[in-house]
């Protein structure tokens, strides 16, 4: 009889991976960081612990959408006033600010439960190929 193994918090171990996006399409990309952050790709991954990854993306920047995407995907966000609401298509926002059109995917295909901050705590995401992480050695992932 094959009994199953309940992982303890004390023994997850977290690695640092860094993840070029360049040349990506957003939606493949934010399906396999979600899955490394939570942990998915490896044996010992149980859904009730944070047992994922830290995930430094770079060249931000650089990611795909195809032209009716861009043009027509939508991001909303509300000033808490009356008539407050206010839209901006997807290539004002990868103009201005390409990580939050990244975050937004990945926090959209992560769980909604008390774990999504602390996997969303473990991405980072930078605009070019430089960031801020050396001290940590994050180890190159292919996706």
Not at 106 to 111: A, F
Not at 113 to 138: A, M, R, S
Request: aromatic share 8%; hydrophobic share 40%.
């Amino acid at each position: 009889m094959i009994k199953t193994i309940q992982l303890k918090e004390s023994e997850i171990t977290h690695n640092w991976l860094l993840v070029d996006l360049k040349g990506k399409v957003l939606g493949h990309i934010a399906t396999e960081i979600a899955d490394l952050l939570r942990g998915k790709h490896k044996a010992i991954f149980t859904p009730q612990y944070d047992c994922g990854d830290y995930v430094v993306a770079i060249n931000a920047s650089e990611i795909v959408l195809n032209a009716t995407k861009r043009d027509t995907k939508e991001y909303f966000r509300h000033t808490g006033f009356p008539g407050g609401l206010r839209t901006r298509f997807a290539a004002q926002v990868l103009d201005t600010h390409p990580d939050r059109v990244i975050v937004d995917a990945v926090k959209g295909m992560l769980p909604k439960n008390k774990l999504q901050k602390q996997f969303l705590n473990k991405f980072k995401v930078f605009t070019g190929p430089e960031h801020t992480h050396q001290g940590q050695n994050p180890q190159p992932f292919a996706l």
